[in-house]
């Protein structure tokens, strides 16, 4: 198999042929979101496509924002993508698919709690997310028939637990709660609220 090499491309969104087993969804407040940021920012990230092949590609990563672009936007809409130079095998698109969602890091939750909850909920960290969390987590752990351990480093399980929530007057209070606690011998998870 040749080595992938991707090139940066202009498509139409009537070009686009989705991909049926495409593991990703969005709920209509998420897909708004994605029209929202798209008007008042343009389109931050590139699509994934494959080759053309009789005017049409395959999508490989941009479901969402293509499912929500087509909403709102006709089929002649140009968008930047980057496409390969052969097309993906089955193995390498479920790759995609789940790589390009799972290897992109984890939130600072110490450096977001300095920045203003209400941006924060505007921006998508609302209940209807942390739901979501709530339900992957517990989805991925039937899916590989994990038992009930804590995800690595977290120290926290899922589950009926009990805790508190201290409400800190600024990021140096809570981090000066937070070093105490910890030093404490206590399970510390930091939240904005």
């Known amino acids: 198999m040749s080595d992938l090499e991707?090139?940066?491309?202009?498509?139409?969104?009537?070009?686009?042929?989705?991909?049926?087993?495409?593991?990703?969804m969005s709920t209509k407040s998420q897909a708004q979101r994605l029209i929202k940021s798209e008007r008042e920012l343009g389109q931050i990230q590139t699509l994934a496509v494959g080759p053309t092949v009789d005017g049409m590609v395959d999508l490989y990563d941009g479901h969402q924002r293509v499912s929500a672009w087509m909403t709102v936007k006709d089929a002649s809409y140009e968008v930047t993508a980057l496409q390969s130079n052969r097309p993906l095998t089955d193995g390498e698109r479920k790759k995609v698919a789940v790589l390009l969602h799972t290897a992109t890091g984890s939130w600072d939750w110490?450096?977001?709690?300095?920045?203003?909850?209400?941006?924060?909920?505007?921006?998508?960290?609302?209940?209807?997310?942390?739901?979501?969390?709530?339900?992957d987590y517990s989805n991925l752990n039937e899916l590989l028939g994990a038992d009930s351990e804590p995800a690595q480093g977290t120290g926290i399980e899922a589950g009926n637990q009990f805790g508190v929530i201290v409400i800190c007057d600024d990021a140096p209070h809570q981090e000066s709660v937070y070093n105490a606690l910890v030093e404490s011998g206590y399970k510390v998870k930091v939240v904005v609220v």
Do not use: C, F, H, Y
């Open 6 to 24: 991707w090139s940066p491309v202009r498509i139409s969104l009537g070009q686009i042929r989705p991909w049926a087993n495409n593991p990703r």
């Open 110 to 135: 110490n450096n977001l709690s300095a920045w203003s909850a209400a941006d924060l909920r505007e921006w998508g960290m609302d209940k209807d997310t942390l739901s979501g969390w709530g339900q």
